[in-house]
């Protein structure tokens, strides 16, 4: 767990919604001794922000675009999780708010 990760999310992250809380969730899993690198389980993931698996999918994709997540290792075989790396860029205002509703489709 990240208490700086999730602290950036409260104050920091662009998103809401559901999409803030699945922020939330990916910064609680952060590893902080690893700077901020976890390895993403899209079920536990789902399980823990209560939504679906296309949901977090949809979701770390948007993060990946925007610079929040960034993937350090693909995952080899089926079933394997991918490896990202949390991160914490400074503030900026979040892009247009029509982007909002473009992660969902």
């Given at each position: ?28 899993i ?14 536990m ?50 892009q ?10």
């Open positions: 767990m990240s208490a700086q990760a999730m602290s950036w999310v409260f104050e920091s992250s662009p998103y809401s919604g559901e999409l803030r809380i699945i922020h939330l969730v990916i910064a609680d952060a590893n902080d001794l690893s700077d901020n690198k976890f390895w993403l389980g899209e079920k993931l789902a399980a823990k922000a209560n939504c679906s698996i296309s949901a977090i999918q949809r979701a770390v994709t948007r993060m990946v675009e925007d610079g929040y997540l960034e993937m350090v290792e693909s995952s080899h075989g089926p079933g394997k999780p991918n490896a990202y790396r949390f991160l914490m860029p400074p503030t900026r205002q979040p247009e708010s029509s982007r909002r509703e473009d992660w969902k489709s």
